[in-house]
């Protein structure tokens, strides 16, 4: 669940993502950079963060956070069918990853590279939690299927790991800016490829 945050600290995580996103033209991320950015003073940056580490780590969860409710909130999808629910959240983890394809950079940033381990630690366990929230919606979405008839009952575990793989590695795919895809056609044939797989 994302948390609600101040409306200035969010301000200043957005300048810390611009920043380690190349988009703001400093070349290195600092409190003094972003403070400038937001024409604040430093000391309104220290306000809600001790240390640099506390900024880059916010940012980080703030980038992760973005998304999750559209991805991991299932009981506006009850009324759906199989076929609007699945659109609806695959087309949302597509559109997320085309909105998010300079978020690949950030886990290459030097500023990331010499966080804490236990900073990593901490970051690599919200991530995975992200992940596990996404994968318990698409079984969610997949048992709709299943309840309206639409897909078999008796799918072996390795079936649908397969179904799964398939269907995060689609959406991975929308992550390369070098290949357009069209992604409602896309979109139609993982439909017409998951339900052929889980007969």
């Known amino acids: 669940m994302t948390k609600v945050i101040n409306p200035k600290k969010e301000a200043i995580l957005q300048a810390v993502l611009t920043c380690l996103l190349g988009e703001s033209g400093e070349e290195k991320l600092t409190i003094s950079n972003v403070a400038?950015?937001?024409d604040i003073?430093?000391?309104?940056?220290y306000e809600y963060f001790k240390n640099k580490e506390e900024l880059v780590k916010g940012a980080l969860e703030l980038a992760f956070e973005k998304n999750v409710?559209?991805?991991?909130?299932?009981e506006e999808g009850k009324e759906m069918s199989f076929r609007d629910a699945f659109f609806?959240?695959?087309?949302a983890l597509i559109d997320s990853t085309l909105d998010n394809?300079?978020?690949e950079?950030?886990?290459?940033?030097?500023e990331v590279a010499v966080l804490s381990r236990e900073t990593k630690?901490?970051?690599?366990?919200k991530m995975h939690r992200i992940v596990e929230g996404i994968r318990r919606r698409l079984k969610d979405v997949l048992q709709k299927g299943v309840d309206e008839g639409e897909l078999s009952s008796g799918v072996s575990s390795t079936r649908k790991e397969t179904i799964e793989m398939l269907v995060f590695g689609v959406v991975m795919s929308f992550g390369d800016p070098t290949r357009r895809r069209d992604r409602d056609a896309t979109l139609h044939d993982l439909y017409v490829?998951?339900?052929t797989l889980h007969q």
């Open 193 to 195: 490829s998951v339900k």
């Open 121 to 125: 630690r901490e970051l690599k366990a």
């Open 88 to 91: 609806r959240f695959v087309g």
């Open 36 to 38: 400038k950015k937001l």
């Open 69 to 74: 409710p559209v991805f991991t909130a299932g």
């Open 101 to 103: 394809q300079k978020l």
């Open 105 to 110: 950079t950030l886990t290459h940033h030097p």
């Open 41 to 45: 003073g430093k000391s309104t940056v």
